[in-house]
C-alpha cells in the first residue's frame, strides 16, 4: 500500500523558513514525479511544485518561484520542501503527491502568522 | 495559467439520484504526447483529496463503478449514477497538460 507521510508544518512569522518532508512507502519512488500542492483553509487546492525522478526538472508556480525549493533524496524514498521569505498568502495545509496526484498525504499545516 | 471552471457550484442531490458535474477548460487539454490530462478529485469532509478519474475516463483503483467520467478537448463531465451518503464532499476537477496545472473552483456535493 502506498503511503506518504507529511512533516515539518508549524507557525511561523512572516518573514520566516520552514522545511516539510514527505515520506513515501509502497512505491518506488525513484520512479515517479512527485508534487507539493497545497489548500488554504476554507479554499480550493493549488499546486505548488514538482521534481522529476531523478531531480533533473524541477517546475513552481510563479507565486512561490525565488522562495520555495522542491528536492528529493531517492536513496530515503523522501521528498522536501524548503520554504522561504513566507508570507500569510502561504498559510495552508500542504500536500504531498504522486504525479498529477495520484496518492495524497494526511497533509501538514503551515501557519504564517506574527 | 489555464482556466478551470465548474459548474454548478453547490449541488444538492437526492440519495439514489444521478449527479453530474460539468468542467471546461480555457484551452484544449490534449498534451503534445497525445493525452488529456484532466483528473477528478472528490475531498469528503476534514479529509485528504483523493482521485477518482485520470486521463478524463480512468478510474481509480477501489473507485466505485457509480462514478465516470467524460468529454474531450475543453469540455468535460463528472457523473454519479446513484449518489450514496458518502459520496458528500467537494469535488475538484484539475488539467494537468500545462503546468501550472490547476484546479477548477470545486463543486460542493450535499445530500437533500
Known amino acids: 500500500e502506498v503511503q506518504l507521510v507529511e512533516s515539518g508544518g508549524g507557525l511561523v512569522q512572516p518573514g520566516g523558513s520552514l522545511r516539510l518532508s514527505c515520506a513515501a512507502s509502497g512505491l518506488t519512488f525513484s520512479d515517479y514525479w512527485m508534487t507539493w500542492g497545497r489548500q488554504a483553509p476554507g479554499k480550493g487546492l493549488e499546486w505548488v511544485a514538482n521534481i522529476k525522478h531523478d531531480g533533473t526538472e524541477k517546475y513552481y508556480v510563479d507565486s512561490v518561484k525565488g522562495r520555495f525549493t522542491i528536492s528529493r533524496d531517492n536513496a530515503k524514498n523522501s521528498l522536501f520542501l524548503q520554504m522561504n521569505s513566507l508570507g500569510a498568502g502561504d498559510t495552508a495545509v500542504y500536500y504531498c503527491?504522486?504525479?498529477?496526484?495520484?496518492?495524497w498525504g494526511q497533509g501538514t499545516l503551515v501557519t504564517v502568522s506574527s | 495559467d489555464v482556466v478551470m471552471t465548474q459548474s454548478p457550484l453547490s449541488l444538492p442531490v437526492t440519495l439514489g439520484q444521478p449527479a453530474s458535474i460539468s468542467c471546461r477548460s480555457s484551452q484544449s487539454l490534449v498534451h503534445r504526447d497525445g493525452n488529456t490530462y484532466l483528473n477528478w478529485f472528490q475531498q469528503r469532509p476534514g479529509q485528504s483529496p483523493r482521485r477518482l478519474i485520470y486521463k478524463v475516463s480512468n478510474r481509480d483503483s477501489g473507485v466505485p463503478d457509480r462514478f465516470s467520467g467524460s468529454g474531450s478537448g475543453t469540455d468535460f463531465t463528472l457523473e454519479i449514477s446513484r449518489v450514496e451518503a458518502e459520496d458528500v464532499g467537494v469535488y475538484y476537477c484539475?488539467?494537468?497538460?500545462?503546468?501550472?496545472?490547476?484546479f477548477g473552483q470545486g463543486t460542493n456535493l450535499e445530500i437533500k
Open positions: 503527491t504522486i504525479g498529477r496526484g495520484y496518492n
Open positions: 484539475m488539467q494537468g497538460t500545462q503546468w501550472p496545472w490547476t
